[in-house]
C-alpha cells in the first residue's frame, strides 16, 4: 500500500481491540506493514481485516509479559518484513481498588503489563533499530499517570513510570536517529472504559472540557503522526488526547 509510511514496518501490541486496533489499522492505511500482536490468536481479525482492504500485516500471538514471546514477536518481523520501523507500546491492563484493599498481585499484573512489558518490548527492538540507523517507540500513557486517579493507584504508577522511562529512553537513543514519545490519552471509549460504572463514568465526563469520550481513531491520529516523518523533531515528548480533560 502506497502512503507517508509505505516502507516501514510497525509492531502494535495490544492490537486486538481498542486503541491498539485503530492504531494498527491507522499504520497500515498510512502504508506500513504491520505486525499485531495480542494473546492467543485474537489479533487475527484485526490483521486479516488489513490484507482484506489490500495492506500488509500479520498476527502475533503474545503475551507482552513474556519476554519471550517478545521477542518471538520481533523476530516475527525482522522474518516477514525485513525490518522494524516503528514499535507501539499499547498493551495494557486495569485492576482498580483503593491501596488500602488492593492486593500485591493486583499491583504486580499491571505494573508487569503495562510498564515492564513496554520495556521488554522496547529492549526487543532497539538493535534492528540502531542497525538501521532509526525507529519511533510510541508508549501508550494515560491522563491518569499525570492526575491521580482514586482506585488506580497501579495503573496511575505503571502510566507514570512509563513516561519517566520514555523520557530516559529518549536521551539514550536519540543519537541514534530513534525517537521516544508518549501519547497520553484521556477517557476514550473502548472495553476498558464501558467497564466503569455508570456514575464513574459520569463524574469523569463531568471533568472533561470537550464535553464526550475521545474515538479510538482520535488515539490513533496522533500514534500515526508521532510514526510519521513530520514528527523526526519530536522526542521525550508526552502527546495528551484527552479533550481538554488535563491541561
Ligand atoms: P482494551 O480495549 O481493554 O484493550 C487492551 C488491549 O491490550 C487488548 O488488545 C489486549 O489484548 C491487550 N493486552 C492486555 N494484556 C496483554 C498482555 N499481557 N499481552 C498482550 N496484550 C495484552 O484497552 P484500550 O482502552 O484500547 O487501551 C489501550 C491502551 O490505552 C492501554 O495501555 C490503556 O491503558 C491506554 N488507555 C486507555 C484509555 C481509555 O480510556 N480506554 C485511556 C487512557 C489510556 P488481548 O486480546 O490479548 O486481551
Known amino acids: 500500500m502506497s502512503g507517508p509510511l509505505a516502507d516501514r514496518v510497525a509492531i502494535v501490541t495490544g492490537a486486538s481491540r481498542g486503541i491498539g486496533r485503530a492504531a494498527a489499522r491507522r499504520l497500515a492505511a498510512s502504508g506500513a506493514a504491520v505486525v499485531a500482536a495480542a494473546r492467543g490468536d485474537h489479533a487475527d481479525a484485526v490483521a486479516g481485516e488489513i490484507r482484506a482492504a489490500g495492506g500488509r500485516s500479520v498476527a502475533v500471538s503474545a503475551d507482552v509479559t513474556d519476554p519471550r514471546r517478545v521477542d518471538a514477536m520481533v523476530r516475527t518481523a525482522l522474518d ?38 513496554a520495556f521488554n518490548c522496547a529492549r526487543a527492538v532497539l538493535r534492528p533499530m540502531i542497525r538501521q540507523r532509526g525507529g519511533r517507540i510510541i508508549n501508550v500513557g494515560s491522563v491518569v499517570g499525570r492526575m491521580g486517579n482514586p482506585g488506580q493507584a497501579n495503573y496511575a504508577a505503571s502510566k507514570a513510570g512509563l ?23 484521556g477517557m476514550i471509549d473502548t472495553d476498558m472504559t464501558a467497564a466503569l460504572t455508570e456514575p464513574a463514568q459520569a463524574a469523569m465526563l463531568a471533568q472533561i472540557p470537550l464535553g464526550r469520550l475521545g474515538t479510538t481513531e482520535e ?26 480533560m488535563y491541561m
Open 163 to 185: 513516561e519517566g522511562f520514555s523520557r530516559a529512553l529518549a536521551r539514550e537513543v536519540a543519537s541514534r536517529g530513534i525517537t521516544v514519545n508518549v501519547v497520553a490519552p
Open 219 to 244: 488515539v490513533a491520529g496522533a500514534i500515526g503522526f508521532l510514526a510519521s516523518d513530520e514528527a523526526a523533531y519530536v522526542t521525550g515528548h508526552v502527546l495528551a488526547v484527552n479533550g481538554g
Open 80 to 117: 516477514e518484513y525485513g525490518r522494524v520501523d516503528v514499535l507501539v507500546n499499547n498493551a495494557g491492563i486495569v485492576r482498580d481498588r483503593l491501596a488500602l484493599r488492593m492486593s500485591p498481585a493486583d499491583w504486580d499484573a499491571v505494573v508487569a503489563t503495562n510498564l515492564t512489558a
